[in-house]
């Protein structure tokens, strides 16, 4: 069966710290793959998409995704965090022969120290 | 734009009963998935609705059922709750074609079971 993995479950970062949360995933044919956030007490929100083409994609609020498919991964990236970041992130595989399911992880919460 | 709404926004029931969540999708979308999300978990698949007809479930009982409607607005119903159906119930909405799920989440629905 299909699964995705989350290999953080609590990331702590002080301001203006690099941050990068992992993301695997297993299944061999064709994915669509994203990033969701949630921020405190709002709705999960589209951090960014891959599809096809230029394997790193920039996504809102200066986050960028790299897709690396020899390595099932679909890594998430910030340079410099801020405050305003804290919430929880989920990465989400989408595969063509599962029509619209979406398979997400566990999440990582992120915590960003002021 | 509209987004996608869902309601009620909370709801508390005792086991045994029935429950139904009303989502409606985004405009210019043709396809509605449900997922439940436990405390501390990533979204789980429960199913899709496509054309008024469920195209896919996940590992969901029978006692989880749904309707979508002309109008692609859909109901989640659930009989016989148990206390393990406390979560957040969330609705995304997406538009079917080309093979790209990008779904589009509602601010879910806080079902408590008591």
């Known amino acids: 069966a299909q699964s995705v993995s989350q290999h953080n479950h609590h990331v702590i970062l002080s301001e203006a710290a690099s941050l990068e949360l992992g993301c695997n995933y297993s299944y061999g044919g064709t994915v669509n793959l994203f990033w969701y956030v949630q921020y405190p007490g709002q709705h999960l929100q589209l951090l960014l998409k891959?599809?096809?083409?230029?394997?790193l994609v920039k996504g809102i609020k200066g986050f960028e995704a790299e897709f690396i498919k020899s390595k099932f991964s679909f890594n998430l990236r910030k340079p410099s965090v801020q405050w305003s970041d804290t919430a929880e992130y989920f990465c989400?595989?989408?595969?063509?022969?599962?029509?619209?399911?979406?398979?997400f992880g566990q999440g990582t919460e992120l915590s960003v120290k002021p | 734009e509209t987004g996608v709404t869902q309601s009620p926004t909370h709801l508390i029931k005792t086991r045994g009963q029935q429950v139904t969540l009303r989502c409606s999708s985004q405009s210019g979308h043709n396809t509605v998935s449900w997922y439940q999300q436990a405390l501390g978990q990533g979204p789980q698949f429960i199913f899709q609705y496509y054309r008024e007809e469920e195209n896919g479930r996940g590992n969901f009982p029978p006692r989880f059922s749904g309707l979508q409607f002309p109008n692609y607005s859909s109901e989640l119903n659930v009989n016989a709750l148990e206390l393990d159906d406390s979560a957040l119930y969330l609705c995304a909405s997406s538009f079917k074609g080309g093979g790209k799920n990008e779904q589009f989440f509602g601010p879910g629905t806080r079902l408590t079971v008591l």
């Open positions: 891959y599809f096809s083409g230029d394997p």
């Open positions: 989400a595989v989408g595969t063509y022969n599962q029509g619209g399911k979406l398979i």
